[in-house]
């Protein structure tokens, strides 16, 4: 049994067949997305369903919600619902394989909805492979009817490994610096949201100029930089509690610090006698180890998945570029030799690439590159784009952008907001948020 906020989700597993036919290989470019059909989850015994419970619109709110995870991921084509022909549920009892390959579905999800003895929402899921007219995958979950949302992403989830091989991201959070306000007067508040937009909170109140929020991977814990008083520091928040921890002031810091991937150590840089170099702090015993020392430039430090490496940009060459060292400050290499600018690198979860913003031309990419630097691929263009961060799954960047609005007198505005792009580089959507937006960073999967 998971525990997760005080909301208690279980889950048990169907049994289900052998692998089917029907899969998504994602390791090619440009997909034709996957049609499929979602039938809307059937309440079964809707007698025990509280009028409160009824007004919700489970039944048809989970089913959009899987619904738009799986759009927006770009692998799954969903299948107008006005052209299903069979009912909810005799679709998830026992489909009848031909509707649904008259509307050219090649897989169909199925669901039930039941309140149990102990008022607790069963949520019973299946996913049918219509080609090979079988079923692929089935579970129910148990939890706290207000945590419905929370039962969506995760079958949202199950769907993506079981069509792609790979973990999904569904069930993850998003924290990011939400922006308002004229830009010489700009607030700015931590804030958090689900990865759909839903849910949207501030964890701050404003008062105090916020920056760079950082998850850790190991954890719901996350690090950020705050001006007080014109005074860097460095804080840890836990989400789930609210508890807030002061790491440390240090003055002249150039970036907030990133967790190691255990989540025991931060990494980050900061200046000290006029030039700024890399340290790691040891969270527990508040340990600051030096790991660079060089009259250049090293900021933006990035743990491996692994911890054993650290990928950093400097100007020791000559020029803003992207080193890759162990993660003791030793073997420093350069890795990025193509033309233009190149910062704020962050390696993948997968350990196989490295993201990267780049300069080139007056133009910002968000691009990747192996670990080697090998295989650049640039992904998106635009006025002004940075701070690129990884999908748990690596598959997917969300990264910040600014964008030219109306022309005024002293030139034209701007606005900023949050955008994610797969690694195909042919899915870039836009992520809505309250406000403008700056500076976001993905967590890890809440329910792994």
Request: positive net charge; contains cysteine; charged residues 25%.
């Amino acid at each position: 049994m998971k525990k997760l906020c005080l909301i208690f989700i279980s889950i048990l597993f169907f049994n289900h067949s052998a692998f089917a036919v029907v899969k998504i290989d994602i390791t090619r470019g440009n997909l034709e997305p996957l049609p499929t059909a979602i039938s809307k989850f059937y309440v079964d015994n809707p007698s025990k369903f509280s009028p409160e419970l009824k007004a919700l619109e489970l039944d048809k709110k989970i089913s959009e919600v899987i619904s738009n995870n799986l759009k927006r991921s770009g692998l799954f084509s969903i299948i107008d619902p006005k052209s299903y022909i069979q009912s909810p549920r005799i679709a998830h009892a026992k489909p009848t394989f031909q509707d649904w390959a008259l509307i050219k579905a090649q897989i169909m999800i199925s669901g039930k909805l039941v309140i149990d003895e102990k008022k607790r929402l069963r949520v019973e899921f299946r996913l049918w492979d219509v080609v090979n007219a079988k079923e692929m995958e089935g579970l129910a979950l148990f939890a706290t009817p207000n945590s419905w949302r929370r039962i969506a992403h995760i079958i949202s989830d199950k769907i993506y490994e079981r069509m792609t091989g790979e973990l999904g991201y569904f069930d993850t959070r998003i924290i990011y610096v939400a922006e308002s306000g004229p830009k010489d007067q700009r607030i700015k508040k931590l804030a958090i949201m689900d990865q759909d937009g839903a849910n949207n909170k501030y964890l701050t109140l404003g008062n105090e100029l916020v920056l760079t929020p950082r998850f850790n991977p190991a954890s719901q814990m996350v690090t950020y930089m705050s001006y007080f008083k014109n005074l860097p520091r460095v804080y840890l928040l836990n989400i789930e509690t609210g508890m807030q921890e002061l790491v440390g002031d240090f003055p002249g810091m150039t970036f907030a610090p990133r967790f190691s991937p255990d989540g025991k150590k931060i990494i980050m840089s900061f200046a000290k006698d006029g030039n700024s170099d890399i340290y790691s702090m040891d969270i527990k015993s508040r340990v600051v180890e030096q790991l660079t020392s060089h009259p250049s430039i090293d900021t933006s430090p990035s743990y491996s998945s692994d911890g054993s490496q650290i990928t950093f940009n400097s100007d020791r060459s000559g020029a803003q570029q992207i080193y890759v060292m162990k993660s003791d400050g030793s073997k420093a290499k350069r890795i990025s030799f193509g033309q233009g600018l190149y910062g704020t690198p962050v390696w993948s979860p997968r350990g196989d690439l490295i993201a990267f913003t780049k300069i080139y031309r007056g133009k910002f990419y968000i691009g990747v590159m192996r670990s080697d630097g090998t295989g650049e691929r640039l992904l998106t263009e635009n006025y002004y784009q940075e701070a690129p961060s990884w999908s748990p799954n690596g598959r997917v960047l969300i990264f910040y952008r600014e964008s030219r609005t109306k022309k005024s007198k002293t030139g034209f505005s701007t606005s900023s907001s949050l955008w994610s792009i797969d690694l195909t580089g042919y899915n870039e959507r836009k992520i809505k948020t309250l406000t403008d937006a700056s500076d976001p960073a993905w967590s890890g999967l809440l329910s792994k």
